[in-house]
């Protein structure tokens, strides 16, 4: 996992760090100076404009260009305080690449960058765009990579950062990072946070009840329930209130059961607790009697519980604050509006770290990069899905995973965002580049969940064990 810190974190971290200053400068702009060789493919006679400010990231800047010129880089380093409009300024000669190292995480008021014909590489990001929530100020240059030291910042991942930062790579600068609250999920964590399935494991044990779909909206509650079977749930069971799938539906649970238009049967605990978790509230309308179940579930006892979709719209009034079981709440923007009374806002992790602190709910606020708060404000976040999830029905898909990964025995904050990570993994995934950019659909995820996990090496065979004790 990859540490997120926003700039007043960072300040107090650098403040803290038994480095003098000098020596974290020249070790960042050691590290620029790498990526740009990098970029380059080599450095004698190539031309390199280094804009640079005041500040440390100005520094940063100027030590690369020193180290730069060492190489045999003709490096020509440019005063952001009085920089031209075109860079290089007409007349001068031809740059191969551009260095941004303007303005870091504090500048505070928007930056009209020069025009360049040349790719850029920012120094910690993109001069102009707010580190904390990714808003852009003024007109920053587009990177095509962007260098920042010991942490993501936040604006990387939000609003206009991922456009404008382009690959970014984190370069460890020796900082003490393990008071950090927030981390990026990569690939690796996957199979860390999810441990595999005991080889003497029976059904039962991670078994998962589906509360979802309604006559007219079958489609949501198949969507969950196979997503939970694939995902690792030993066993689903699949409740439609009132209503039942009907003859010309896929099987798509191991049982498939009748509810009354309410949720009656869900209040017997002895019921629940034959099932490690469950999934509540894909297409199931929002009729009062379904509503009112909804409320009276969350406040019983039970098994860890996602609440979606519809569920999400029945929670509206209620205090969530005040459940009896382990919940994870999964709203994206308009939920969280009539969950909270107010939008998310642009400081999106700050805003998950609300509601969760508020209902005592682990809170997955869906969008571009996922954020997973926990009550106690740890937050665990993803960037592994892109534009093609954003479809009718992703959402049921993700709300069965997570049931699953509950079912596993994940706690709710890693199950949550383990979930969100493999959820978009089904349209990004290396092997699944086939995918068109339009025109996915939710039906074409589930399917491709099994591969997806064995790609992330989640129940993998270790062929080495396999072969203890033979002769």
């Known amino acids: 996992m990859i540490p997120v810190c926003t700039p007043d974190e960072m300040a107090a971290v650098d403040a803290a760090s038994p480095e003098p200053l000098d020596v974290l400068v020249d070790r960042a702009g050691a590290a620029v100076a790498r990526a740009v060789l990098d970029e380059l493919g080599g450095g004698y006679g190539r031309r390199v404009a280094v804009l640079v400010g005041k500040g440390s990231n100005g520094a940063d800047g100027r030590v690369a260009a020193e180290r730069l010129g060492r190489r045999g880089v003709r490096t020509s380093v440019v005063d952001a305080s009085s920089v031209p409009k075109r860079l290089p300024p007409r007349g001068g000669h031809a740059v191969d690449l551009v260095v941004d190292a303007a303005y870091g995480t504090g500048l505070g008021r928007p930056f009209e960058a020069p025009s360049v014909n040349a790719p850029v590489l920012a120094v910690d990001l993109p001069s102009g765009l707010d580190g904390l929530t990714g808003e852009v100020m003024g007109r920053p240059l587009a990177a095509k990579r962007t260098v920042t030291f010991a942490a993501i910042k936040p604006g990387l991942l939000f609003g206009g950062g991922p456009e404008l930062a382009g690959r970014v790579e984190v370069v460890d600068l020796g900082l ?269 995820l589930s399917a491709r969940l099994v591969s997806v996990l064995a790609g992330l090496s989640v129940d993998g065979i270790d062929l080495a064990d396999q072969t203890k004790g033979v002769c």
């Open 176 to 444: 003490d990072m393990s008071g950090a609250a927030a981390h990026l999920l990569e690939d690796t964590d996957i199979a860390v946070l999810l441990p595999n399935r005991p080889t003497d494991a029976h059904k039962w044990q991670s078994a998962c009840w589906v509360v979802a779909g309604s006559p007219g909206m079958e489609g949501a509650a198949g969507l969950a329930a196979s997503a939970a079977l694939r995902a690792g749930s030993g066993y689903v069971r699949l409740s439609v209130p009132g209503g039942l799938l009907g003859s010309d539906e896929p099987v798509v649970a191991d049982e498939v059961v009748h509810l009354p238009i309410g949720l009656e049967l869900l209040l017997e605990e002895e019921e629940q607790e034959r099932f490690a978790s469950m999934v509540v509230g894909p297409g199931i309308g929002t009729a009062d009697e379904v509503a009112d179940g909804v409320r009276q579930l969350v406040a019983s006892p039970g098994p860890p519980t996602v609440v979606d979709g519809d569920g999400l719209t029945a929670l509206a009034d209620c205090r969530v604050d005040e459940s009896a079981r382990p919940l994870v709440l999964t709203p994206h923007d308009g939920e969280y509006l009539r969950l909270t009374g107010r939008p998310p806002g642009p400081d999106r992790m700050a805003a998950a770290r609300s509601l969760a602190a508020d209902t005592g709910a682990v809170t997955l606020l869906k969008g571009p990069t996922t954020v997973v708060a926990a009550p106690d404000g740890r937050v665990l976040l993803t960037a592994a899905g892109d534009a093609r999830l954003a479809t009718a029905g992703t959402g049921d898909v993700l709300s069965g995973i997570i049931g699953a990964f509950l079912a596993r025995g994940v706690s709710p904050l890693e199950a949550a965002a383990t979930a969100a990570h493999v959820h978009g993994r089904l349209a990004t995934a290396p092997d699944l580049k086939e995918l068109p950019s339009t025109g996915v659909v939710a039906g074409d």
